[in-house]
DNA sequence: CTGAAAGCGCTTACAG
DNA sequence: CTGAAAGCGCTTACAG
């Protein structure tokens, strides 16, 4: 019943063409261009013909045992359950299977035990190169991979001087402050996420920096860490409104942590936007969707997920590459207006 | 600078406990319990130091060229950007991983095309098998396949008679109907979402049927197909109140599809659930927290995602397997009460 | 219990 | 331009 029948090999065309072996190969590794240089023409299209009727494809695990390079490419991210992460994710697939090159994602929560054991996991299953959308700026982790050789690039978060592909989130702190001041708001207060992450720390200096050049002084209990979900907001927002602020505005460096705290604020009977402005960060789909509006910065996930494969492969290759900090873009709805 | 080492392979073990790469194999590739079969005591201790201590892993790229299994699983997702699905192949992955399985995702989109287009991609990469999480009730792809003696299972959607691991949306769908019925609801629309999916489906027809078991009537235009997210929600709830419909109740099949739903329904100033009720589905992080809390019913994702990925390598090693049904769970939250 | 041999399906110097 | 050979790193009948 079993019709699973082998798959078609490199001898199958040859022995049917009537060449080696090693004629097919290059005739197939070739492209139109060059492959002239190898067989006439007739030779060419006929390898090509029987190949193409006999569905035949490579076997990838022979080629890389040969080649040395297994096409395989690794990605850490904290959570793909996290839609910022997914939408990452999507860009590296999407472009990794364009150039055929093939990913493996897992989930490191952010750890660095797990970090660490899913890129030796990951390394033993002979990746070429590793993603990682988690890196943290605590930890030496990554300058001990880049001593041992690996080939890697950071997407999303910084980190040391790997090279990274960002969103200029300084900046986009930046554009936040400045709205919410134009605004009127003073008494900001930021939730910041997790202290680790080179995201939530921009974002949140940005902010800082900008209200200080506006003469406008966050202290230091109204910037609180926290996770970067609905529940990490609530939670950084009851703390807050435990110690006694009562902000006019809150910058949650993400946008399921504004909606958390937005939670929170209706719980306690506080308005938005006319007692308290809130702000998040990523415009995930949901953000325009909510019973208000949700003011957010716009980050190019998905294009910052096509260039972190495209430097990699580009890495792999052994050109030379550096950073890149994409723009963000401030997009103002119903909680900031 | 570049210190990336050749890894280390069963000729470096061998050749330091002089013998020969085929005692290293066995040694290294049973356990503790019927290791005794091959070498010594005392040689299996050797052999497994030596390993641990030069670091030894196994190029499984030359392993599946022998053995002529891979380990590799290929899945796909509708979309992947989807909270449902990540979560789903978040139990995927941990269960693979857990088992030696590597997996590759990808994005079907829920075009059959594209379906059809990345299947061949993974069974390219030769993959052992597939979990397809976009099965559709409306085409033969997944028929012929099947033919084709490829080994398979479903998950969130079933189809045809394959092997599939589901939430008994059914039953989700009849405790959806029963508890709007309870609470006075008469005028019921459903939101379907896709008519390809047997998710969608199976919701509307639970609930339909809880429905006119109770004598309630619902007419086919209050049951509006649409996309799982909240613009599908949103249009589908813009064209209900377009027909002139006035429901007391919104069954959405997804919770996303209700978040557009209700912000369709603030923009006509109806009042929620005053003015009608909204349920959805899923229990997603958000459905908690957003500005009213939304009734929703739980289904078990990641784990269907582990039983997915647990029934294939069982099919793998020829063991019988079964469909399996999970229980959903109704979230009564404020939306409906 | 252990070894020697063969071979999985490719690619790539090396000849001619 | 094409072929024959070697070999990537494993595993597994087959001997002994």
Redesign the interface.
Known sequence: M????R?VTLRMIADEVAVDTSTVSRILNSTDLDARRWGSVELIAKVRLVAAARGY??????A??RTRR?GLVGVLVP???D?VL??I??GI??SA?EQGV??????SMDDPETQATRTE?M????VDGLIFGDARTDSPYLDDLA?????FVLVSRHAGNHIAVTCDDLLGGRLVANSLLASGRRKIAILSGQPYASTAQDRATGAIEACREAGVHIPERNVLAGGF???GG?KAMEELLACGERPDAIFATND?AA??A??VL?DRGMRVPDDVAVVGYNDT??A?????PLTTVRSPMHEMGRLGIDLLLRMLRGEPVESVRLPPELIIRGTSS
């Open positions: 079993n019709t699973h029948s798959p494809r490579r076997n990838p695990q022979a890389s045992l297994s959570r793909l359950q839609p997914a939408t994710y999507e697939e999407e299977t093939s990913t493996f994602v897992t989930n996991l390394l033993a299953r002979r001593a041992r050789g690996v080939t979900d609905v529940a609530r399921f909606i958390g937005m939670g209706r789909p949901i325009a969707e909510l019973g208000i």
